[in-house]
């Protein structure tokens, strides 16, 4: 396919949250962007939401009046797809469904040129059964914002097995022209930090489970000790116990019932309760009317009696992620440099995980899993092959400095 030699006029399909974020960020770059939704209603709310927030950065002084007024000249709201015609790229953000993601773009296929490139914002689908569903794949792409879209650093680009190189180079040419980080994924379910994060909330769910220590204590051990801004309960709550629950299902089921992504019960009776977190008042917590935690909603029957306790969740759940990240490098799903960039820029990790690693040592890692895997035998705990050449190679490394300075 022949591309535009710039990508100018956007189009984004869902005015939702995430929409609207990506609309905002493409329109403050300077792009003509189209939003596009079937709901009026929606529309209207996301064109008072943007006004709003834009209002309140003049206030704080981040933009001017003139700013404010370029970026909402720049983007236009309409309910028919076929406004998108003369788009250069096309960002869908709707619903996490297969089906109706293929519907969409089957039929926005007739109405855009032969050159526009068709994204998704998916955060776990398969962009090669998106791209499945057009006359040209080869113009199909993943590209995966984080909420909220304007804030957050981190974007995932995700070629599909059909992509074309040269749709690759352009969408990661105009993401960094947004001023985002561009990582790079191999098309495997959750890419890199809806891979890499999962041990974060399964990890802490298990301790919880177990009974080693109750909720604040495994949150506060992550954020005093590790240096996390929200421990995984609260956040779990922030994100919403439905969304997160059907995230960790989604990556489970799409690695053949991996149990290194195995959900759990508690979250999934949390969720069948309505139980979701900040948006319905109750989740791990319970919220008062602004919003704050107000008092744990659930309690843990505590059957252990360990030492450093704390010590312990932050090196148990660390390891886990360390080991993932580790993983994800062995199966080339990404550079070390993009995996990195994607858990601070992505989710706001303190450091990088496989910087982490080298810092508390391989051999710190590689010990720790199998102490976890002989005490559980569960293929849970397996340590990543990358984490134990790596120690072999150093062991022999050290081995032979000894015999070089004798």
């Known amino acids: 396919m022949t591309l535009q030699s710039t990508i100018h006029a956007i189009g984004i399909i ?6 609207s974020g990506i609309a905002q960020v493409a329109a403050t770059a300077g792009s003509a962007v189209i939003v596009f939704d079937t709901n009026k209603e929606a529309l209207e709310k996301s064109e008072k939401a943007l006004e709003k927030i834009l209002t309140r950065l003049v206030e704080k002084e981040r933009i001017t009046t003139t700013a404010k007024q370029d970026i909402q000249s720049n983007i236009r709201y309409v309910n028919n797809l076929k406004e998108l015609k003369d788009t250069d790229l096309v960002i869908e953000a709707i619903v996490e469904d297969l089906s109706i993601k ?4 089957s039929e926005l296929e007739n109405y855009v040129s032969a050159n526009t490139i068709l994204a998704s914002n998916t955060s ?4 090669a059964s998106i791209a499945s569903s057009l006359d040209k794949p080869e113009r199909c792409i993943g590209i995966h914002f984080f909420n909220p879209a304007p804030l957050m650093k981190l974007v995932e680009v ?3 097995v059909q992509t074309s190189k040269e749709v690759l180079q352009q969408v990661v040419s105009t993401i960094k022209n947004w001023k985002k980080v561009v990582a790079i994924a191999k098309d495997t379910p959750g890419f890199i930090v809806n891979r890499v994060a999962r041990p974060f909330y399964g990890e802490s769910l298990r301790i919880f489970e177990e009974g080693i220590a109750d909720i604040p204590t495994i949150d506060t051990a992550l954020k005093s000790i590790g240096g996390f801004r929200m421990g995984p309960f609260e956040l779990m709550d922030f994100i919403g116990n439905d969304v997160n629950y059907t995230v960790t299902e989604t990556v489970f089921k799409a690695f053949y ?3 290194r992504y195995k959900p759990s019960f508690t979250q999934k009776r949390l969720s069948e309760a309505n139980y979701l977190g900040r948006k319905t008042g109750k989740g791990y917590y319970n919220y008062n009317e602004n919003g704050k935690i107000s008092s744990p909603n659930i309690t843990a029957n505590i059957a252990t009696t360990k030492k450093d306790v704390d010590q312990y969740i932050f090196d148990r759940v660390l390891v886990m992620l360390i080991n993932e990240a580790a993983d994800a490098l062995f199966w080339n799903i990404a550079s070390a440099e993009d995996i990195d960039n994607a858990m601070t820029k992505g989710v706001n990790y303190p450091k990088g995980l496989l910087a982490w690693a080298d810092e508390r040592g391989i051999s710190w890692c590689v010990t720790t899993l199998d102490e976890l895997y002989d005490e559980y035998r569960e293929d849970r705990y397996r340590c990543s092959p990358l984490l134990r050449r790596m120690a072999r190679q150093q062991e ?5 400095e000894a015999v070089t300075n004798k």
């Open 257 to 259: 019932y991996d149990p």
């Open 14 to 19: 869902g005015s939702g949250t995430m929409g």
């Open 102 to 105: 293929q519907k969409v773009f």
């Open 396 to 400: 022999t490394f050290f081995a032979s």
């Open 124 to 127: 776990s689908l398969s962009i």
């Open 158 to 160: 995700i070629p599909a």
